[in-house]
């Protein structure tokens, strides 16, 4: 709840076609969970968010979109590992799919 409050706020702040939102998370659906929250809404309309569909674009780290905007030896010494235990292939479509149906940005 603490971290919709907080995309909330930078988005009011900043404007939401100033904002994306990068995720971590190791399974798809969580991630996905969470892209959905801050593009569409709060699905269990119980946080900050619940109703609000800020549109904004959203990224998993493991994605080639957000690996090749970053310091190579930077992106190895702390995501590298990730890639090997990951399913890259489930969390990038479940990602894309989140972005293609609620990004506005």
């Given at each position: 709840m603490e971290n919709q409050k907080r995309i909330?706020?930078?988005t009011e702040k900043h404007g939401a076609e100033n904002v994306l939102v990068i995720f971590g998370a190791a399974e798809a659906e969580t991630a996905g969970l969470s892209a959905e929250t801050v593009s569409n809404g709060d699905?269990?309309?119980a946080g900050p968010l619940?109703?609000?569909a800020l549109g904004l674009p959203v990224y998993h780290a493991i994605e080639p979109e957000f690996k090749e905007s970053v310091d190579n030896d930077i992106y190895d010494e702390q995501v590298g590992m990730m890639e090997m235990v990951l399913d890259l292939d489930e969390i990038i479509s479940e990602?894309?799919?989140i972005r293609d149906q609620f990004s506005k940005f």
């Open positions: 909330l706020e930078l699905p269990t309309f619940a109703g609000v990602m894309s799919s």
